[in-house]
C-alpha cells in the first residue's frame, strides 16, 4: 500500500506570505495526487486534483505541482479563511490513502 | 444541486453493528462511485472503501475487510455502508463521498457529505 507523508504539521504565517506544503508518497503515484482543505468543524473540500488541475470554484491563489513521489501545495498570498487542515490524498489506485495532514495557522 | 446527505448520529455499544446511509441528488446517481472515508476526533482521513452504484461492485481498505459492507439502491439514489462488531476505535465521523471521474485514475472525491457521527460506547 501507498503510504504518504506530509510536512510539516503545522505552520503559522501571516496574511500575504506565500505557504508551501509539501507531500511525498512511499510509491510513485505518476501525477494522481489530490488535496483537500477541512476548515474547524467543517466538511473536507477538493482544491485539486491529478497534481495540478484546480477544481472548479477554488481561488486561483492555490496551485499544485510534483510527479512520481514529491509533491507541493502552495498558497501564493495567504487569507485569513485559509486557515484549517490541508490533507493529500493518493488518487493513483486503491487502496486510496491521505497524508496525515498540515495544519495552517494565521500567525 | 448536487448533494449527498448522509443519515443522522448514531450512538452503540460494542459488538453492535450500524448502517450509515448517503442519498445522492442532483446528478445521475449510476455514473459517480460512492467512496467511505472516516475521521477519529481530532485525526486525519482515514479512506474505508468504494461501491459503484451501476454495477454494485465494492472495493474496501484490507483494514475493514469482513467487518464493512458498502451497497446501494438505485431506486431511491442511496448508498449504504454497514459496520459491525462495533468497537470503542469505530467513534468517528462517517463521509460519504463522490468519486470524481478522472481517465486512468482512481477517486478524487468532489462531493461530500456533511458527515455522520458514530459513537461507540458503552
Known amino acids: 500500500d501507498v503510504q504518504m507523508t506530509q510536512s510539516p504539521s503545522s505552520l503559522s504565517a501571516s496574511v500575504g506570505d506565500r505557504v508551501t506544503i509539501t507531500c511525498r508518497s512511499s510509491?510513485?503515484?505518476?501525477?494522481?495526487l489530490a488535496w483537500y482543505q477541512q476548515k474547524p468543524g467543517k466538511v473536507p473540500k477538493l482544491l485539486i486534483y491529478s497534481a495540478s488541475t484546480l477544481q472548479s470554484g477554488v481561488p486561483t491563489r492555490f496551485s499544485g505541482s510534483g510527479s512520481g513521489t514529491d509533491f507541493t501545495l502552495t498558497i501564493s498570498s495567504l487569507q485569513p479563511e485559509d486557515v484549517g487542515t490541508y490533507y493529500c490524498?493518493?488518487?493513483?489506485?486503491?487502496?486510496?490513502?491521505f497524508g496525515g495532514g498540515t495544519k495552517v495557522e494565521i500567525k | 444541486q448536487v448533494q449527498l446527505v448522509q443519515s443522522g448520529a448514531e450512538v452503540k455499544q460494542p459488538g453492535a453493528s450500524v448502517t450509515v446511509s448517503c442519498k445522492a441528488s442532483g446528478y445521475a446517481f449510476r455514473t459517480y462511485d460512492i467512496n467511505w472515508v472516516r475521521q477519529a476526533p481530532g485525526q486525519g482521513l482515514e479512506w474505508m472503501g468504494w461501491?459503484?452504484?451501476?454495477?454494485?461492485?465494492?472495493g474496501y481498505a484490507q483494514k475493514f475487510q469482513g467487518r464493512v459492507t458498502m451497497t446501494r439502491s438505485t431506486s431511491t439514489n442511496t448508498a449504504y455502508m454497514e459496520v459491525t462488531s462495533l468497537r470503542s476505535d469505530d467513534t468517528a465521523v462517517y463521509y460519504c463521498?463522490?468519486?470524481?471521474?478522472?481517465?486512468?485514475?482512481?477517486?478524487?472525491?468532489?462531493?461530500w457529505g456533511q458527515g455522520t457521527l458514530v459513537t461507540v460506547s458503552s
Open positions: 490524498q493518493n488518487h493513483n489506485s486503491a487502496p486510496l490513502s
Open positions: 461501491v459503484s452504484p451501476d454495477s454494485g461492485n465494492t
Open positions: 463521498a463522490r468519486g470524481l471521474i478522472i481517465l486512468g485514475a482512481a477517486d478524487a472525491f468532489d462531493i
Open positions: 510509491q510513485v503515484i505518476s501525477t494522481y
